[in-house]
């Protein structure tokens, strides 16, 4: 988490718990519907891009353009790793285009060191899942909904900032 304090703020706090809840109501709709809502993700799109400006609470605003390169470049982070994987995938199976758009706007929130721990995380658990569903069930073809893993990588990361 270079240049960026953990939580050492009330304002800090408050977001960080703020975007864990809208993670969290992505992933659990994305376990009723297996898709991610373009209008929420919309919803959810202000509320990210005000990270650098949020942070500047904390930091003073002469930092404001680092704080927005920062988040730029977890915003790329995000999309580009599941942009990649989804491109990698077979057939279309995989990564969906509501994960990438997701994974993009999470990137912007919380930068790209954060970031790439939520994907690893996400990924990692993930794997282990499909592989023991996938043992369990060796014909049939295998649905799982990314952003329920998306929001462990990012309740992870929002405990260690508030920690």
């Known amino acids: 988490m270079t240049g960026i304090p953990t939580v050492n703020s009330p304002v800090l706090f408050l977001y960080e718990l703020l975007a864990f809840a809208c993670i969290a109501g992505f992933a659990a709709y994305d376990l009723k519907k297996k898709r991610v809502p373009d209008r929420a993700l919309l919803l959810f799109l202000p509320f990210a891009l005000a990270a650098p400006l949020v942070r500047t609470v ?87 909904p990314f952003v329920p893993f998306l929001m462990i990588g990012s309740l992870a990361v929002t405990i260690a900032a508030i920690l």
């Open 58 to 144: 904390v930091l003073g605003t002469a930092l404001l353009p680092l704080l927005f390169l920062y988040s730029l470049t977890g915003l790329a982070a995000g999309f580009l790793v599941l942009l990649a994987a989804a491109m990698l995938s077979k057939e279309g199976a995989g990564i969906g285009g509501g994960d990438i758009k997701l994974a993009a706007v999470m990137g912007f929130f919380y930068g790209p060191s954060r970031m790439l721990v939520i994907l690893l995380t996400a990924s990692g658990l993930a794997a282990c899942v499909s592989l023991a569903m996938r043992h369990r069930r060796k014909e049939e073809m295998l649905s799982l």
